[in-house]
């Protein structure tokens, strides 16, 4: 049984950091791609970043150049480091894992249970 367990939310100025985990169980993440979603109030759930099996990444325009994400595969962990945050940053923020391994064709059917981070 796969989980996902995020931490490292919280409240933060603008223009401050945050460094979002996520670690996982029940399966290593090594062959899956993962990323991090993000659900604004009253808008529609928006992918933010993802990191593939190889490593390689992808980011929302929006969040380009501010957010990094990265993977430990050792410690089963998946981050997200944001940085120069805008109070429109302010989401709960979900890790996700793809149904499939070395591809996302799939879709992400494994979800975290989300971490709050506000800024202002």
């Known amino acids: 049984h796969v989980q996902l367990v995020e931490s490292g939310g919280g409240s933060v100025q603008v223009g401050g950091s945050l460094r979002l985990s996520c670690v996982a169980s029940?399966?290593?993440?090594?062959?899956?791609?993962m990323g991090w979603f993000r659900q604004i109030p009253d808008k529609e759930r928006e992918g933010v970043a993802g990191?593939?099996?190889?490593?390689?990444?992808s980011y929302a325009d929006s969040v380009k150049g501010r957010f990094t994400i990265s993977r430990d595969n050792a410690k089963n962990t998946v981050y997200l480091q944001l940085s120069s945050l805008k109070p429109e940053d302010t989401a709960v923020y979900y890790c996700?894992?793809?149904?499939?391994?070395?591809?996302?064709?799939?879709?992400?059917?494994?979800w975290g249970q989300g971490t709050q981070v506000t800024v202002s």
């Open positions: 996700v894992r793809s149904n499939s391994a070395y591809s996302d064709r799939d879709g992400f059917g494994y």
């Open positions: 990191i593939e099996s190889d490593g390689s990444t």
């Open positions: 029940g399966d290593t993440i090594s062959r899956y791609c």
